[in-house]
């Protein structure tokens, strides 16, 4: 089994950025069809940002031109910068995304998620 373990939350004031990392929990061979997702408080989970294996990135309206996603393929590691946050993007943030290891491939893996918390 192979997981994904995001990292990266954390308290900011409005206004403020950070970079929420998405790796997998050991060696692979590479991850594809990436995702972010968050769920607030009482909220049902959403999601933030997308990069397919193929084409472009694709955003919620609500934190597009505000977050970017991103990945580094030499790490297997998957990314999202978050700049400008405000008080309704506190969440728990999680990244999804199909893994591929030697003679198997998981798909639509999930990561334990990381508390983001901002301030106003």
Not at 24 to 42: D, E, F, K, M, Y
Request: glycine content about 10%; hydrophobic content about 40%; proline content about 2%.
């Amino acid at each position: 089994q192979v997981q994904l373990v995001e990292s990266g939350g954390g308290l900011v004031q409005a206004g403020g950025s950070l970079r929420l990392s998405c790796a997998a929990s050991r060696s692979i061979l590479s991850i594809s069809a990436v995702s972010w997702h968050r769920q607030a408080p009482g909220e049902q989970r959403e999601l933030v940002a997308a990069m397919p294996s193929s084409g472009s990135a694709n955003y919620a309206d609500s934190v597009r031109s505000r977050f970017t996603i991103s990945r580094d393929n030499a790490k297997n590691t998957v990314y999202l910068q978050m700049n400008t946050l405000k008080p309704e993007d506190t969440a728990v943030y999680y990244c999804n995304a199909d893994i591929q290891v030697i003679g198997q491939t998981f798909l639509g893996v999930w990561g334990q998620g990381t508390l983001v918390t901002v301030s106003s």
